[in-house]
């Protein structure tokens, strides 16, 4: 711990990156800590979806990732720092407040003296035995990141909002057939995704209808039903099912030291103010109404300002205009060795792998939408590994392949190493992975 920061920003969704972006134009020494994995990807939500098209300012539309690329490149040109970690826990009865972190090297203390969450919320589950076993073996909650793995199959979407007809429109690019599944007969999505979704032919409803089991045993067969007036139980046989069911706040590292609302929203009062002075909270983490790119950007710099107020009370700080810095080049992050557009089948195998030579021998398998593949490249790189990058939306072999080895797994990133198989980005089991395989 080498300095105490005026503002540390939790989170780098849209919430967190504009309260940088205020935060360091007023003059603060600011840092975000950006996240990982325990809160969503770094860049929050709009990192798993498509074409965002209610941001003023594009008027074609711009891609989530792609927003949320522009937005840390601007903070960025305001010399802020950021830290690749998730938050862990925090001690706010304390001045400074402390913040820990953890980054898979152990953990870290911070001190701010003034913080803002902005740690957005994650996929809600239906909680289900059978939903928990088949995760990643048909079951899912980013179509963007698994939905390939469905070509020509058909699926099922779960939820009646925005995105789980957003999930759906955009699952009928690969699969065969889509149907949403809902609990009640009304969809609570906006109206023009409901002519969207209802135009579309290759998608079909299931209304008043709950889950109440997945099938299968290595991989999704089907879902049973229940309709949700008549008792009556029906199945419905699909081999992807994706979980679009809402959102829950990302507030466990704070509880017990904020006031949470039951359902584990922070409660704001006086704006962007916690129940603790000096800590403020942003974006969807705060708000159970609007849940917006814009508005949880808007609270951003609300949050920022309110801050910024109760610094220059404790301290006088001129504001002043900041002279951006040229931008710098996107954070190259990770050095990928090579990326594949064909799997060597199977890589891992071929003793004479000129690329790979005699060292460690690591594949991933990736698609161009998915978040955790660049948290795990990001992993990968801080650890020195190099590795054979196999994108399976330019080699679908490769994506029967990663089904076969790991015994029915549809998910990215997996990972091979040294002929150990690891699906999904789980740090522990790389990290395990990665020692044994050290020469
Ligand atoms: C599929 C989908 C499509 C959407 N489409 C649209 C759209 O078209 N238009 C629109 O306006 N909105 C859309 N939304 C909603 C929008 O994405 C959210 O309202 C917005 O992203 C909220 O921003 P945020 O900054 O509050 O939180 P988030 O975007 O959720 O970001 C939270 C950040 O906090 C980090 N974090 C979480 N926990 C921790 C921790 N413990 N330590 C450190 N960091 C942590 C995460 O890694 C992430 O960086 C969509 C949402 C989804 C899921």
Redesign the pocket.
């Known amino acids: 711990m080498s300095q105490v920061y005026d503002v540390l920003i ?7 990156w504009t309260a940088a972006i205020y935060a360091a134009r007023a003059n603060f020494r600011t840092v975000v ?4 994995q ?9 990192m ?2 498509t074409l ?4 003023p300012g594009f008027d074609e539309g711009i891609l ?1 990732p792609e927003l949320m690329e522009r937005m840390q490149r601007q903070a960025l040109r305001f010399g802020i720092s950021t830290i690749e ?4 826990r925090v001690d706010f009865s304390t001045r400074p407040f402390v913040v820990y ?1 953890e980054d898979g090297f152990g953990e870290k203390k911070h001190e701010a003296r003034a913080v803002i969450i ?4 994650s ?1 809600r589950w239906l909680g289900l035995p059978s939903e928990e076993r088949l995760r990643g073996r048909g079951v899912s909650s980013c179509a963007t990141c698994d939905g390939f793995f469905f070509r020509d199959q058909e699926v099922a979407v779960v939820g009646g909002g ?2 789980a007809l ?2 759906a429109i955009y699952l009928t690019r690969h699969a065969s057939k889509v149907t949403v599944i809902h609990r009640r007969d009304q969809l609570r999505a906006s109206k023009i995704l409901q002519e969207r979704a209802k135009a579309n032919p290759a998608i079909e409803w299931q209304l008043n209808k709950e889950v109440v089991e997945v099938l299968g045993d290595e991989r999704v067969k089907g879902v049973r039903l229940r309709d949700t007036r008549t008792g009556e139980e029906s199945v419905l046989p699909v081999s992807g099912l994706f979980i679009a069911i809402g ?1 829950r706040p ?1 507030t ?2 704070f509880r017990g030291q904020i006031a949470l609302d039951p359902d584990g929203f922070i409660v704001t009062e006086r704006n962007t103010q916690t129940s603790v002075p000096g800590v403020f909270a ?4 705060q ?1 159970r109404r609007y ?6 950007a808007a609270s ?1 710099a609300m949050a920022a300002l309110d801050a910024e107020e109760y610094l220059t009370g404790e301290r006088r700080i001129e504001w002043s205009e900041v002279k951006p810095e040229p931008a710098p080049a996107p954070a190259a992050s990770y050095t990928t060795m090579a990326v594949i557009d064909s799997a060597p089948s199977p890589v891992t195998r071929t003793a004479e792998n000129q690329s790979l030579g005699r060292r460690r021998k690591v594949v991933m398998y990736t698609t161009s939408w998915c978040p955790d593949c660049q948290a795990a490249k990001r992993f990968l790189a801080r650890r020195g590994v190099e590795y054979l990058e196999v994108d399976i939306e330019k080699d679908p072999k490769a994506a029967e392949m990663i089904e076969r080895w790991s015994g029915g797994y549809r998910t990215v990133p997996t990972f091979e190493i040294d002929g150990t198989i690891i699906v999904d980005f789980d740090r522990e089991a790389l990290e395990k992975a990665l020692s044994g395989s050290t020469q």
Do not use: K
């Open positions: 939790v989170g780098s969704g849209p919430a967190g800590v950006t996240g990982m325990s809160g969503g990807p770094p860049g929050g939500q709009l798993l979806t965002v098209e209610n941001y989530g970690a998730d938050v862990t972190t902005a740690t957005g919320a996929a925005d995105t957003e999930e959102h990302n466990d590292p942003a974006g969807d983490v708000d849940r917006q790119a814009i508005t949880a951003g």
